[in-house]
């Protein structure tokens, strides 16, 4: 495999990954449990939400979301590499499937994201 295709296929995955964990971390509710949150009246990182004071869990879910989709792309890459030496070629339908694959995963998790925000916001 050329690495111009590796790094297509590493591009997409990464994408499409990181959009999906940070839905995770709603679906699951990860940030409320496991991520800080950062207190900018404080200037203060901190595990637990305390109520009345204003807080931030987006940082934490960025970099959830990040650090994972990082963890599948390698995982994707040490299976590509290790297959390379076949000499496998990515076809032209194949490289479309894959850009779409990742483009659709990408638009449902932005819509959800969206409709989580409208509906938290009270805008719907």
């Known amino acids: 495999m050329k690495k111009s295709d590796i790094t297509y296929i590493l591009c997409c995955v990464f994408a499409a990954m990181t959009s999906f964990f940070?839905?995770?971390?709603?679906?699951?509710?990860?940030?409320?449990?496991?991520l800080p949150r950062y207190y900018p009246v404080e200037h203060a990182w901190k595990w637990v939400k305390i109520k009345g004071v204003p807080s931030q869990g987006w940082y934490a879910m960025q970099v959830f979301a990040f650090v994972c989709a990082g963890v599948v792309a390698l995982v994707v890459y040490l299976l590509l590499k290790r297959r390379s030496g076949n000499e496998l070629s990515l076809a032209p339908r194949r490289t479309k499937a894959i850009g779409l694959a990742a483009t659709g995963l990408i638009m449902v998790c932005m819509a959800y994201i969206v409709y989580y925000e409208f509906d938290k916001w009270g805008i719907l």
């Open 22 to 34: 940070y839905c995770c971390t709603r679906w699951f509710g990860i940030i409320g449990k496991n």
